[in-house]
């Protein structure tokens, strides 16, 4: 059975740095895309960045992209979120999910970990 477990968030005020890290196991990490997704509180979850199996390629929502870093390390099975410069509205709890080939925001997921809650104060 496939496990996702997070790791990583915390609290951090406004320009501040996170990297997040999910370890897999109970599967084969490198044959899945991975992807991150969040869901702040009274919202929906939404879709923050996906990578295909191989880590060559990367895909992220709206302009997430020039702070947020996606990898992955076939090797330790480990995913990972690298956010730089947080701002309040990045505050939610982030989980860490594994798909099948496709790794953009409306292809499937399949198992989920539980997720890490990160807190940006202004």
């Known amino acids: 059975q496939v496990r996702l477990v997070e790791s990583g968030g915390g609290s951090v005020q406004a320009g501040g740095s996170l990297r997040l890290a999910c370890t897999y196991s109970?599967?084969?990490?490198?044959?899945?895309?991975m992807a991150w997704f969040r869901q702040a509180p009274g919202a929906e979850r939404e879709f923050v960045a996906g990578?295909?199996?191989?880590?060559?390629?990367?895909h992220y929502a709206g302009s997430l992209e020039a702070r947020f870093t996606i990898s992955r390390d076939n090797a330790k099975a480990m995913l990972y979120l690298q956010m730089n410069n947080l701002k309040p509205e990045d505050t939610a709890v982030y989980y860490c999910a594994s798909g099948g080939l496709g790794y953009g925001s409306k292809d499937p997921y399949y198992y989920w970990g539980q997720g890490t809650q990160v807190t940006v104060s202004s």
């Open positions: 990578i295909n199996w191989h880590g060559q390629t990367t």
């Open positions: 109970g599967g084969s990490f490198e044959d899945h895309a």
